[in-house]
């Protein structure tokens, strides 16, 4: 290669991107020309480089021999296209000495046949693969790569861990061996559907299956697969999860949740029936007693009476509505947020001396309406019932928020105490005991919107100086299970 100046300038810009270091020696072994990289390699400033004969970069013992190599080398030019030497000591600035790695070849560089040495730092790029294989062995996931037959030409040891066998007891082993025996043909043929139609497929993706132990204990996974185009043929890296914690959380879960179902219905039906027959025993008395004067102490106990009954009734009612609350809806449709908050309105019957603001600014999205119409009935009414001041604004707006619309009930009255932040989100806990009510509003409206994906809080930075709810709702609906 000879260079015009034009085409020297391209060849510096091009030599100073490179990520390995450029050495360029004329006949006599000095140096006409080294690119940054390699003056980092030798931790020497490349004007100190330029002029220097080659030898001194290297130990003392090796420059002799070194000088004959590089004459010989330059001589051979148009017999040797290139040489390649693979194990070489340089000397650092700093008095040390490190191996190198050198590939040379021959250059027209200012009119004179000149040697061009590519340079990489051996410790270097062994360092930074030890620091690789380091991390993918530190990995708490399963890795392995797969050939087109299906045999496993790496595991790292978390998945060597997590199938029960010795380092390097499945290199080389048929991945279907990981598989129950009764899935092995239908994983053998998914796996051949994917080598015709390969693509990056995450982990956590919808994949779960079960995998087999050395033991013969079958656990859950998840896998995600990657396609790979190696030297050998195409490849596949597969990470594997073992999910038998989160699978035995989210069981555990599903059984307290169809527990606290049952247990509902049941309490429900015991505890409405003796509150039905009080509440009858109360008609037949007062039938007895209806041509009798009572003192007025005795119908005001008949009244709390009544009014207890149907409180218990509405207590029983709630919790009903709280244990189906837990479970997200699977009916869709289309929501117009500024109707569905006049519709909860309406529903309500504000008080009168309530001011009410509405400031919606989302379009339309699609989502299940009853929860969400439970969470912002809830939240509203505890507003009307818990503002203790004679004079009320109450301020409902809406925006959008990324994937979530966000939902604030803001309102002037005497607000929260500080250390109620969480406990009003609990069951049968209230603002105050001067209130009516059983505790369950906001625990309903909690449990309603964390079940679709969102979330609802308290918000403390109400410019209207009261209390102050956001709730999250997802403008794309959750996948549920039933889904």
Known sequence: MDFTADAGIA?????????????????????????????????RPAAWLIGRPAEDLLPERYRRRYAGFRAAFITASRSRASAKENSLLALHADGYEFPIEIGLGHIQYRGETCAIAFVSDRKRGQAEERRFTE?????????????????????????????????????GQCMEMLVPARSSDKHLQLRQKFARAASVRAIGDGRDLLALRKD???????????????????????????????????????????QLEEFTYVA??????????????????????????????????????????????????????????????????????RHLVEEVLALLQAPEHFCIEIDIAGSFFRGAATPLSLALRNVISNSFKHHGRPSARLHISMREDGAFNIFTIADDGVGVPASADERIFKLFQRYSSATPGHGMGLALARRAVNAHGGSIVLDRGNPLGGACFSIRWPRIPKETEHA
């Open 11 to 43: 060849f510096s810009a091009v030599a100073e991107a490179a990520p390995v270091g450029i050495l360029i020696c004329g006949g006599e072994g000095d140096i006409l020309y080294a690119n940054t990289a390699f003056a980092n390699i030798f931790g």
């Open 135 to 171: 991390a993918v062995n530190a990995l708490p996931l399963g890795l392995m790569i797969v050939d087109e037959a299906g045999m496993m030409s790496f595991c790292n040891p978390a998945l060597e861990r997590m199938f029960g066998y010795r380092e390097g007891e499945l290199t």
């Open 216 to 258: 013969g204990y079958e656990f859950p996974v998840e896998i995600g697969l990657t396609p790979l185009d190696m030297p050998g043929g195409k490849m596949v890296l597969a990470a594997i999860a073992d999910i038998s914690v989160r699978k035995a959380h989210e069981t555990a879960i599903l059984q307290m949740k169809e």
């Open 268 to 337: 429900s039906h015991d505890l409405r029936s003796p509150l039905r027959g009080i509440a009858d025993l109360m008609v037949w008395i007062r039938e007895d007693l209806a041509e009798l004067t009572l003192p007025e102490a005795v119908q005001r106990n008949f009244e709390r009476v009544d009014l207890r009954i149907a409180r218990a009734e509405q207590m029983i009612d709630d919790m009903l509505e709280y244990a189906r609350s837990g479970q997200a809806d699977a009916r869709l449709t289309m929501i117009e947020p």
